[in-house]
Nanobody, 116 residues
């Protein structure tokens, strides 16, 4: 499917960890930079982490050292390991291509809530 399917969110205490997973069609996954985005209430969607087809990664400063993005090429899956979570990480998390217009659609996202 072209539309990404995200999973793995939930409610966690500050300092905890979650691993997010996203499945997308092989044709999209294999040819493009993939990224995780998030949107907190009242804020614009922001790109959090991205990974090239060759495995080069980039992160927004606020998550560096805490989040890790990686690809499972056998399963067309992009994962985001999130450690040392903070309340400000609370948001709906989405995966998509970077830039997002390449896939043409957004998934439902997965809610991450970090309690203090």
């Amino acid at each position: 499917q072209v539309q990404p399917v995200e999973s793995g969110g939930g409610l966690v205490q500050a300092g905890g960890s979650l691993r997010l997973s996203c499945v997308i069609s092989r044709s999209i996954f294999s040819r493009n930079v993939m990224a995780w985005y998030r949107q907190a209430p009242g804020k614009q969607r922001e790109l959090v982490a991205r990974i090239t087809t060759g495995g080069i990664t980039n992160y927004v400063d606020s998550v560096k050292g805490r989040f890790t993005i990686f690809r499972d090429n056998a399963k067309n899956t992009v994962l985001l390991q999130m450690n040392s979570l903070k309340p400000e990480d609370t948001a709906v998390y989405y995966c998509n291509t970077d830039p997002s217009w390449i896939s043409g659609s957004w998934g439902q996202g997965t809610q991450v809530t970090v309690s203090s």
